[in-house]
């Protein structure tokens, strides 16, 4: 069974008493008799980092995944938990490297570590498995929900699409790009930006919001399920980088390659769902928090994720998306 | 290094910003926005359980040595973040009898769960790896501290010591035990209790508390050198149930035994020092919760911890206790 069959199946009944859990359908859970937004990522050596990726990165990178599940929400981030698991030859310098980057990226986003586990693991094949929960303080307008969005509600995703599976293809030497290009699109990966002055900012705008981890079609997927509809996307609209659209322009099939873009997981942008009569306080929502805006598509009546082409007819795109790096 | 010196000398700096995270000496966290007290456990195959080990229990003990931080703090437990890594062979009975075992003690515990994170491992030898965030509520009096303890404290600890530890080693095979003996200790192993009811009642009363999980020696240290005082405690009052006494009496060296069982981990009771003045009210705390509790010895002026003998001479101790299960 896969991880989401994992989750609606097995895990999702066993938070029914819980109003502020959503099911599990959402990015973070809502304590209903307090102010805070709290999430949770585990990341994995192997699964979500290369093993030979430079630790400090792996922390900010551990950090910012989980920020970017409060910016969604268009949370305030507070603060942390953290639970590491050490392989047993780990050397002191590597752990230090790693809280060096968590030390640098505290200080970026006003967070402090409050508290956690360490473990170090004596069995061969161990993995660095590192798990954060995130606390943050709700919007006063309320936590933007991942399944708020209606029926012709605009969306739009923040930044640019795809950068992030490219960088990750072209350190893996699956592809070729020119070294400032690769170097760009390596930094995407490594290191996400969380969008939290746009989610704060759309936050009583947008009628629903996501962090695009697994890809933008699949989380594409999740809010329009989440909102019982289906979203529609223009592949023309869709938000590139000058070197995104450089390696677009380089492959034969034009379309694949867009779906492919649109498939790659890790971008960290946001994704969301607003009335069209908000177009203008969307817009001044993007100017107020310096974050490009970009409207991609609608959601219709209907279920499931369409990408179409310049030519209005739809282009094929994988099922499940990013499908080896998946969270709620 | 240790995972002593990495929560120390790496980890604590970065908590230096949030007073509620106690410079990582506690068991839990304050959110001081909030009225939340938060703690997060990790639980590895191969670390701190058996690989096969049922995955009920497994899920059982997961909550339960979460919940046992949150009775050391007197809080009242709400609801929790769950992240498990899966190996890439698991098979979804596997996991529907996990959240079994989460199930049965979310209606014991009335707890629910709120979210987390959900990853299955491909890599050969990835153990299965778990994480636990949970959420209480502060009693009225306060969460009781680590290091609140003063100097002529009395020293008292919940149930009995080193049941746990003589289960592990029966399951191993490296002690015989009658039968029933072996059932009895080996469910103290698997199915700790947190000690909930006491943990609230001794609010306000204990000055200081720290949960058993790294053992008795350990702790005690834990707990005194987080109040600047040394913990003195008394070999003969340590309370032993039936069947840890039975296997006392086997043992030639009566002294080494006892150490032994002061060293065993996975005790989950409870620890805490309250002033003497107060006897009578820790004898009401103990009725009222129903949890039977021990005067065992009291802090004194100095460092480190001393088990005394019936001759009033120190029994040598090992140094770190449990050392292959580490928390704060």
Not at 20 to 25: C, I, T, V, Y
Not at 46 to 67: Q, S, T, Y
Not at 90 to 119: C, M, N, P
Request: neutral net charge; glycine residues 10%.
């Amino acid at each position: 069974m896969n991880e989401f069959e994992i989750i609606h199946d097995i895990f999702a009944p066993l938070s029914a008493q819980a109003p502020g859990a959503f099911d599990l359908k959402d990015d973070a859970a809502l304590l209903e008799e307090s102010a805070y937004v709290v999430t949770k990522d585990l990341m994995v050596a192997g699964v979500h980092f290369l093993p030979r990726d430079p630790l400090d990165l792996v922390a900010r990178k551990l950090l910012r995944v989980n920020l970017s599940d409060l910016a969604a929400k268009g949370a305030k981030p507070v603060g942390y938990l953290l639970g590491c698991v050490w392989p047993a030859n780990v050397k002191r310098e590597a752990i230090e490297l790693f809280a060096s980057g968590l030390k640098e990226d505290q200080a970026a986003f006003r967070i402090s570590l409050f508290g956690g586990d360490t473990v170090v693991h004596g069995a061969k094949g161990a993995p660095l498995t590192l798990s954060v929960t995130m606390f943050g303080a709700p919007p006063k307008q309320g936590a933007t929900r991942r399944g708020g969005g209606a029926a012709r509600d605009d969306l739009y995703v923040s930044g640019a699409i795809g950068d992030a599976g490219l960088g990750l293809m072209a350190l893996k030497k699956e592809i070729k790009l020119t070294t400032v290009d690769k170097a760009s699109l390596a930094g995407r990966y490594h290191l996400p930006e969380p969008r939290l002055s746009l989610g704060a900012a759309i936050a009583g705008v947008a009628n629903a919001a996501i962090d695009v981890s697994d890809g933008l079609i699949a989380d594409a997927g999740h809010l329009a399920a989440a909102s019982g509809l289906k979203a529609e996307l223009e592949a023309a609209a869709l938000p590139l980088s000058n070197a995104a659209r450089g390696w677009l322009e380089g492959e034969d099939d034009g379309d694949k390659a867009l779906a492919a873009l649109a498939g790659f997981g890790d971008d960290y942008e946001i994704l969301f769902a607003a009335p069209s009569s908000l177009r203008r306080s969307v817009s001044m929502a993007a100017k107020a928090s310096r974050t490009s805006v970009t409207r991609i598509g609608a959601l219709k009546r209907g279920s499931g994720v369409t990408l179409l082409g310049a030519d209005g007819a739809p282009i094929p795109v994988a099922d499940a998306g990013f499908n080896h790096f998946v969270r709620r």
